[in-house]
């Protein structure tokens, strides 16, 4: 195991941390705001729940090597989540754009896990690995989960869109 491949590693496992902040934010943002959609804010509410215990599961790798997370990416994924939050505001279609950005959001951090595992498991951390792989599954259940009922929220907002005096955005 080289120091390079470590500090690779442990630098992913601090934006990692980072990345599960961020998704907190968002997604927090988005429940708050969900009015008209009971199945999506359910889900939503219930992936917070998944969110912050992968931000102790992944701590825990960061503690198991002694070092400290990033406060400035932790503080860029606050402000990033914010202005993404507050970006959906502006926008007729809130909650259909919400949904695909979340759709996304759950493919990169899909991709993120991943490539940790492979880290860890170059680095023989299997710990790590099965961590890492633990949140993975809850990244995937989420991304088929939000893909799947992508049509239902789409035509929700489309039949309350064109209902006069019903909102339909959020």
């Known amino acids: 195991m080289s120091n390079n491949s470590e500090a690779h590693f ?8 980072a990345m599960e902040k ?5 997604l927090e943002k988005m429940a708050s705001r969900l009015e008209h959609y009971p199945d999506l804010k359910l889900r939503i509410e219930q992936h917070i729940v998944e969110t912050r215990e ?4 992944v ?3 960061i503690d198991r090597y002694s070092t400290s997370q990033s406060v400035l990416k932790d503080i860029a994924g606050k402000i990033s989540a914010f202005g993404q939050s507050i970006g959906g505001v502006m926008v007729e279609d809130e909650v259909v754009k919400g949904a695909i950005s979340g759709n996304v959001f759950e493919h990169l951090e899909i991709a993120s896990y ?3 595992i ?6 023989n951390d299997h710990g790590s690995a099965d961590i890492f792989s633990r949140i993975r599954e809850q990244e995937i259940a989420m991304a088929d989960w939000t893909l799947t009922h992508l049509p239902d929220v789409t035509e929700q907002y489309l039949i ?6 019903v909102e339909a955005k959020k």
């Open 59 to 61: 701590q825990s790798v």
């Open 22 to 26: 961020q998704a907190e934010k968002m």
């Open 160 to 165: 309350r869109s064109a209902t006069p005096g």
């Open 114 to 116: 991943t490539s940790l």
């Open 54 to 57: 992968h931000q102790t599961l």
């Open 118 to 123: 492979a880290a860890a498991q170059h680095l």
């Open 10 to 17: 442990l630098d992913w496992v601090r934006d990692a941390h």
